[in-house]
């Protein structure tokens, strides 16, 4: 086995096959929208190419407002703040740290509820159980960026008064009979970091529903101000500069390209994967634009005749740095794992999910030739 350091260094120096790779816009446009910035010298705090960005985002996304993040943990932090949210969040270990972290910094107890197989997300049969005079709101996670089950999810927070706050950092472009999913709930994240399909280097967005919340949102990213000498709420500083968000937009323009190219990606992986005994992976959900952000494919030892970790470990001697995400579960670090809820038991999918998954290399920039060298290695037997 390799040691993690190692394999950063190697991916680091771009050898190997990686899980992904950001997509970068074209160096010349940027360098004119540099010069442009340093001519203006206004470089942050609400600058021009950041309302720009705003506004091309929401429509881009096909959603009403949209409040840009330095980063995707936090707009889940100040959704919670926004909405007033104290006590019980039910939510869901399988995913990355950030969302139950968000819920630990507003003082918050995470309680974690099962998922089920087909998305990933949590699973709207089990949330009920969970729910107690403390719960005051709902976070569900579009794994992947699979959408979970929001008519659902939708119906059990009516009928409880809850909260329903999406992270859909891995949903951007991701649509239902041609709506956004980020419209579902009351507010719903993106991230924008580099490994994500759309990237502002780091970033974010709070999807909101109206004006007068997107109001509320950014005064909260800005230190709660509401003019020069008012603060209306203890808020944070999440302000986007105009670098990112003049590298934003030219990213935005090719994200459509690089989500078509992340597509044959995907169908090669499942015309090739089909086969091989023991290997699980996504077909597209009918109605779904999906944005192909990540590849999982599940390990079921017994079938394949290896563990997950023995094909993991095979691929990054072949030089293809898959990532195991998302194991291992949030349930299971030291933070979380005396929560009564945090009991394995109580997340069995989860638990078998995290121990099987391997996300392929899934990126714009992956050749025919390494899709098939990944294809070959697992399917090598
Ligand atoms: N909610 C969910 C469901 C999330 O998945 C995330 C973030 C968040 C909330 C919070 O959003 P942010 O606050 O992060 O915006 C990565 C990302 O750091 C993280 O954003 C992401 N989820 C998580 C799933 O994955 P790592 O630790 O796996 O990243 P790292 O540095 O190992 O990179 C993975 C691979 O990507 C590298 O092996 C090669 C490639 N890479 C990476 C970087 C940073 C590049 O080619 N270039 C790069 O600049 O966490």
């Known amino acids: 086995m390799k040691k993690n350091s190692e394999i950063q260094q190697k991916t680091m120096r771009n050898e190997g096959i990686k899980v992904t790779s950001p997509l970068l816009p074209d160096l010349n446009e940027f360098t004119e929208l540099l010069k442009d910035i340093w001519n203006r010298k206004w470089i ?22 949209v409040s840009l993040f330095t980063n995707g943990t936090l707009p889940l932090l100040t959704a919670l703040q926004a909405l007033n949210i104290t006590g019980e969040i039910i939510t869901t270990p399988y995913s990355f740290v950030a969302t139950t972290h968000s819920i630990w910094w507003n003082g918050c107890q995470p309680v974690f509820v099962d998922v089920e197989e087909e998305t990933c997300g949590i699973d709207p049969d089990k ?14 996670v579009h794994c992947y960026g699979h959408p979970v089950k929001m008519n659902r999810i939708q119906e059990i927070a009516d009928r409880h008064g809850l909260k329903v706050i999406y992270d859909a950092a891995h949903a ?23 490994t994500k399909v759309y990237n502002t280097l780091e970033g974010g967005a709070l999807i909101v529903h109206d004006a007068e919340t997107k109001r509320q949102i950014d005064y909260l ?7 020069e000498t008012e603060v209306v709420a203890p808020g944070i500083n999440s302000k986007v500069d105009e670098v990112r968000a003049a590298y934003g937009l030219l990213n935005l323009k090719q994200v459509n390209t690089a989500i078509a190219r992340r597509k044959k990606v995907a169908e090669r992986y499942r015309e090739a994967l089909r086969e091989v005994p023991g290997i699980r992976f996504f077909d597209d959900m009918p ?66 999910l995290a121990d099987e998954v391997i ?15 990944v294809i070959e290695v697992i399917s090598e037997m």
């Open 44 to 65: 942050t705090n609400n600058g021009q190419y950041h309302q720009q960005l705003e506004q091309a985002l929401a429509e881009y996304l096909k959603v009403p407002f």
């Open 127 to 140: 949330i009920e159980a969970a729910i107690t005079p403390r719960t005051t709101a709902i976070m569900p």
């Open 172 to 194: 951007f472009g991701v649509e239902i009979d041609g709506e956004s999913v980020l419209n579902a709930g009351n507010m719903s994240t993106l991230s924008f970091h580099a």
């Open 221 to 227: 990213k800005n230190f709660g101000f509401a003019g």
């Open 287 to 352: 109605n779904v634009r999906h944005n192909y952000s990540y590849f999982p494919i599940f390990v079921d030892a017994k079938k394949y005749g290896m563990t997950r970790d023995q094909l993991y470990f095979r691929m990054q001697e072949s030089g293809i740095y898959g990532r195991r995400y998302f194991y291992p579960l949030i349930s299971t670090f030291s933070p979380y794992r005396n929560l009564k809820s945090a009991n394995p038991q109580n997340l069995q999918v989860a638990t078998r």
């Open 359 to 373: 996300c392929l290399p899934m990126h714009h920039e992956l050749s025919d030739s390494d899709v098939l060298k």
